[in-house]
């Protein structure tokens, strides 16, 4: 049986789950006792991120990699496009997400609980996201997913990102620009079956981490 430790509110746990459910795999989902920060947690999976696979008590992390994984494994639906200039082209949309993307909403959580922020901070923080979401835009061309006409490798992680992006940014009183060709992407991915099923845990638990994290603006 595979294990996914992970957390709901988990931008990385959910683009794993998004592609266990696109195999059409059996899994199921653990928290890692004491929290993923934990002493326990390291020590079972040393560079203690979630998620983690476990296959056969082997513990496997780095959400690519565990991608790779699914996809040697379970070839079938393929997560990749045909040829193997569109297959390299939909893992760089990956690690474009990993490496540029997500990193910038990323420095949103930490805004989002200071109420000393200040409106310059919020708004390079807003900006500096804009700059990657319509990178993003020239980067692909969706018709209408990433990387094609299926979900692929590519649409994994964004699909998480991207409306975590516009979450928080909506939090902070911004709002995300998503350039026509993005917002039709983010349509059809949305309701992709696999897609829906991996974001189902994550919503709510983001709107609950929200509700409760968010820290309003303090008059200096
Ligand atoms: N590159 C990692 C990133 C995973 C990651 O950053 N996970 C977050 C939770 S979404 C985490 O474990 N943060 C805790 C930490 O970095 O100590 C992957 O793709 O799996």
Do not use: C, N
Request: net charge neutral; no cysteine; hydrophobic share 50%.
């Amino acid at each position: 049986m595979i294990v996914l430790h992970g957390s709901p509110v988990s931008v990385y746990t959910a683009k794993l789950r998004i592609a266990l459910h696109a195999k059409g795999l059996a899994f199921v989902e653990r928290e890692p006792e004491g929290g993923y920060r934990s002493a326990a947690w390291r020590e079972r999976q040393p560079t203690g991120t979630i998620p983690a696979l476990e296959i056969d008590g082997v513990l496997l992390a780095e959400s690519e990699a565990i991608v790779e994984y699914l996809e040697d494994t379970h070839p079938t639906p393929s997560l990749l496009p045909g040829t193997p200039l569109q297959r390299a082209q939909a893992r760089f949309l990956a690690r474009f997400h990993d490496l540029h993307l997500e990193p910038r909403v990323r420095a949103l959580f930490a805004l989002v609980r200071d109420g000393a922020r200040t409106p310059a901070q919020v708004q390079a923080a807003a900006a500096a996201l804009q700059e990657r979401v319509d990178l993003l835009a020239r980067l692909a061309r969706p018709g209408p997913f990433l990387a094609g006409t299926g979900l692929t490798v590519a649409d994994l992680g964004m699909t998480v990102s991207v409306p975590l992006g516009a979450m928080l940014l909506d939090a902070l009183g911004q709002a995300l620009r998503l350039p026509p060709a993005l917002q039709s992407w983010l349509d059809a991915a949305q309701i992709h079956p696999a897609v829906a099923a991996g974001l189902a845990p994550w919503r709510p638990a983001t709107d609950r981490w929200l509700t409760t994290a968010f820290v309003p603006t303090v008059a200096p």
